[in-house]
């Protein structure tokens, strides 16, 4: 103990600063009072007082006093003037950099607009210098618009503004080192600049680790930050659809501002149980493999998984293209992929009049990794406007969350927190989880919206017990695996039936596709394994060539062009025709383009077939009854027109 107390008195006690700017030089005299007063509100016993000059504070004092900061001056009033008003105007008619003169221009242009005409005379008269005299119409309305202004401009301003601060010990990386900020809250905005602010990620005992988000240049050493006493949020609504924006909310399509006030916090807290109803609406991708076999419902979290190049962004494109007319709104999360890559997105969305309905948040591969890691929650909290306020069923996608984990695991270890396999910190799972538990179907009670989330992740070499993709596997309600080795096949999409599997299945499925998809992953399974016992080359009975025949079919009718989804009632009469062998004497390679004739002769010979599928959701015998003699008639004319010179029997 007398170690440790001779320890305690050579340290001393903690000498704390007290620092007055104004924007002239003041006496030490008086700035001596002013800082004992402050010391001694803030329970300052022992201080050290500085003294500066600010010329652009154009009047009054701030001081500095432990952790807060006391704004006189004149310059702190007219921004808080300035951003008071901003928050006031309903139309956006000011923008954000405009400066205080051009704010105070337009108000005073809102007021004369109030006077445009005379009001009728009164006979109302004010005493000069003890004399009656009437006032001039027009220096009248001039009183009142100035009286109206300066009423409006005492009641935003304050005297002063009292801001918890802190300064910046250092910068590396991205992320900054703060000390003070004693009250500061994990997750919390802090604000550097006007174009700078921050996340509150790491509270130790003597600094805060913020990571960085905006101008990264404006941030040095000694920099004062303070708190904002709010979490991280970005603009929100409707007027977001046909919108591409950075995690910030900020837009980068050049088509101007957002006419939005609405803002959404990034992290919000998933639906409770009691909220949810069960995924019973399918959501249609319009790929006849995933419609068919790993159905994808409303509310459902479907992960799309599988090496690079494999046509992960492909499917999901499809589906938000597929999403034309069925009130379908959809958000699309780029997180570290290249610029052009997206902008190439952007354009086939807007080609194929699905970014209409589409919001684009973007946190390209040249971002910091801090945009990268707030992008999937930005975009969800967009997503979540449109299902809470709106009703609305929503897609949202995010491509991809391996680059979201690989950002999230740079600023841990930028941040010094403990690194666990593979590099990655321990609470990588929670990262996901808290995302795509936000995906829900809301019950009639709370609004009946829905959030359905496609997650991609990107594989190494077919890995999927690698740490990040076993994690999300077990978070969503399935996958759907694309395969390396079938797409250079040339089998596209490339799904592997068998990997692949969705645990809300047939639950998601309309009545019609669950009756012509039930025998498919049969005839499928049947032919793999017919498939490899014929590669032994022995001599085959006409039954199994036959069945070969069909599941050469079936795996040539589940290939799709890309940026072509087929409407259900079409996949529902393909897969039927393909199931009873229908397609049995067509080429393989003219499957497809017989098929879209064959869709064209139902639309003139039998228009209500098509039109009772997709209005009624079911396909019974009738139906089906309907189409075999259809097919039986047509197919030899078209086998006549197109291969006239090909035998009946050499058609396989």
């Known amino acids: 103990m007398p170690v440790l107390q001779g320890c305690i008195d050579m340290a001393g006690p903690v000498l704390r600063v007290i620092r007055i700017v104004t924007a002239t030089p003041i006496h030490p005299e008086k700035a001596a009072v002013i800082a004992a007063r402050f010391a001694q509100q803030n329970g300052i016993e022992h201080y050290e007082m500085k003294q500066a000059v600010d010329e652009t504070l154009i009047g009054g004092i701030v001081i500095f006093a432990g952790d807060f900061r006391y ?43 109030e006077f445009d005409e005379p009001p009728a005379a009164s006979g109302q008269d004010i005493l000069f210098d003890g004399a009656m005299e009437p006032i001039p119409t027009e220096e009248k309305n001039r009183q009142l618009v100035v009286d109206g202004l300066q009423e409006t401009l005492s009641s935003i301003a304050t ?8 300064q910046v010990e250092r910068v590396q990386d991205g992320i900054a080192y703060v000390s003070g900020l004693e009250n500061c809250l994990n997750g919390e905005l802090i604000a550097f600049t006007s174009r700078t602010s921050g996340i509150a990620m790491n509270l130790m005992p003597d600094l805060v680790g913020i990571i960085l988000l905006g101008d990264i240049l404006d941030v040095h050493e000694g920099s004062v930050c303070k708190r904002t006493a709010r979490v991280m949020d970005v603009p ?5 659809l046909g919108r591409v924006v950075d995690p910030l909310g900020v837009p980068i399509d050049g088509l101007g501002m957002l006419n939005t006030r609405k803002r959404r916090p990034i ?53 938000i293209i597929n999403q034309r007319g069925k009130g379908v709104y959809c958000v699309y999360v780029a997180i570290g992929q290249k610029m052009s890559t997206i902008v190439a997105v952007v354009n086939i969305l807007r080609r194929h009049n699905a970014l209409a309905y589409t919001t684009v948040v973007v946190a390209s591969a040249g971002m910091p990794a801090s945009f990268q890691y707030i992008a999937p929650y930005a975009g969800c909290a967009i997503a979540e406007e449109l299902m809470l306020n709106e009703h609305a069923d929503v897609l949202i996608v995010y491509d991809d969350l391996t680059k979201h984990a690989q950002a999230y695991r740079a600023l841990s270890l930028l941040l010094r927190r403990p690194p666990g396999r593979e590099a990655f910190p321990g609470d990588v ?38 740490y990040i993709p076993t994690n999300v596997i077990s978070i969503t309600d399935g996958q759907i695996y694309l395969e390396s080795e079938l797409f250079f096949s040339g089998q596209r999409p490339a799904i592997n039936v068998g990997l692949s599997v969705s645990r809300v299945g047939g639950a998601a499925q309309t009545k019609a596709m669950k009756k012509v998809a039930g025998p498919l992953r049969i005839h499928l399974a049947q032919y793999r394994e017919l498939a490899a016992f014929s590669q032994f080359g022995s001599e085959l009975d006409e039954e199994t060539r036959r069945e070969l025949r069909r599941g050469e079919r079936l795996s ?75 097919l039986a008639d047509y197919l030899p004319q078209w086998m006549a027109e197109n291969h006239p ?8």
């Not at 007219?78 to 405009?98: F, M, Q, T, V, W």
């Not at 005297?159 to 802190?166: P, Q, T």
């Not at 019973?280 to 190049?309: H, K, S, V």
């Open 71 to 113: 704004d006189y001056s004149i310059k702190g009033q007219l921004a808080r003037i300035a951003a008071r008003l901003k928050d006031a105007d309903p139309l956006g008619a000011i923008e954000p950099e405009d400066d205080f003169g051009n704010i105070i221009r337009a108000t005073l242009e809102k007021s004369l607009e």
């Open 159 to 166: 005297r002063f503004a009292v801001d918890e601060v802190g």
């Open 236 to 240: 929100v609504g409707t007027e977001l």
């Open 267 to 319: 992290e919000a807290e998933a639906p409770s149980i009691i909220e949810r109803q069960p995924v019973d609406t399918p959501l249609l991708t319009g790929i006849t493999a995933i419609d068919a076999m790993t159905p994808i419902g409303r509310g459902q979290r479907e992960l799309i998984i599988g090496d690079r190049q494999t046509g992960k962004t492909a499917i999901v494109i499809d589906t």
């Open 429 to 466: 799972f929670y990262l996901h989880a808290r995302l795509l538990e936000r995906a829900a179907r809301l019950s009639e009670a709370s609004g009946g919206g829905s959030i359905t989330a496609l997650p991609i992740v990107e594989t190494q070499s077919g890995d999927i017990s690698a």
């Open 556 to 630: 040539e009718i589940l290939k799709q062009p890309q940026y072509h989804p087929a409407p259900m009632e079409e996949q529902v009469v393909m897969l039927h025709i393909a199931n009873q062998g229908g397609f049995s004497t067509v080429a393989r390679e003219d499957i497809h383009v017989f098929f879209a004739d064959f869709v064209e002769h139902l639309k003139s010979a039998a228009p209500d077939l098509l039109d009772g599928i997709a209005e009624t959701g079911t396909f019974d015998d009738t139906a089906a009854a309907r189409i075999e003699p259809l």
């Open 645 to 652: 010179e090909q035998p009946p029997d050499d058609r396989d």
